[in-house]
């Protein structure tokens, strides 16, 4: 990573309340640091925590917009606290990882980890990747126009688009902003097939197998039988569709 000019730049100015707020969990102190300043000089407001340990205090008392998580940590490892902390949020997480293994992105990705990125990475991609899922969070939050639905019932669920809720009467369904965006993306079009590569989120995550994880993800909480799925259809070879009550 070339954090050299990053490293020498002088202190940054006070951020606005408003600029996003960033944790980032990695045991390496320097990169920690490395990353702070980069994200800071970037327009982002950066926590920081050594381990998952600090960062569950971290938690306790900050709200954050995206979660950057590394790996390999001493104590519990990046993994676990990914599955722990999706059990009771949805914020944003970037997991970063020294290994290459495809196997670990897949995992990652079947736990609800949003995006993925390899050490050693370009400052640059993790800024770009970082926007990207920020980007999709609010695009699920923006005001939409007239001509798009507030929301749409299948079953017994009704998703809302503005806000991008899911309900089963009185119960939420908890979901990650990937799962939020796929869900927003065929809602939008119920009825109609929505291609794989429309689906795919941007960079590491686009391609059919990540797709494919993400939809059974969503399957298993929506699907009374996901061998036989009602609502979220599979259209071999091109894509998927959510199947919604007529109004």
Known sequence: MSFTETAAKPPRKILPDEAPH???VDDDRRLRELLARFLGDNGYRVTTAANAAEAD???VTLVFDAIVLDVMMPGENGFDFARRFRG???VPILMLTARADGRDRINGLEIGVDDYLAKPFEPRELLLRLGNILKRTI????????TRPEFVRFGPFIYGLSRGDLRKGEETIRLTE???????????RAGEVVPREELAAQGSAANDRTVDVQMNRLRRKIEPDQTDPLYLQTVRGVGYRLMTDRP
């Open 57 to 59: 205090l971290r938690l």
């Open 22 to 24: 960033v944790l980032v």
């Open 88 to 90: 009771g949020s949805s």
């Open 178 to 188: 990937r799962e939020r965006e796929i869900l927003t993306l065929l809602a939008e």
């Open 139 to 146: 695009v699920v939050d923006a005001p939409q126009s007239s």
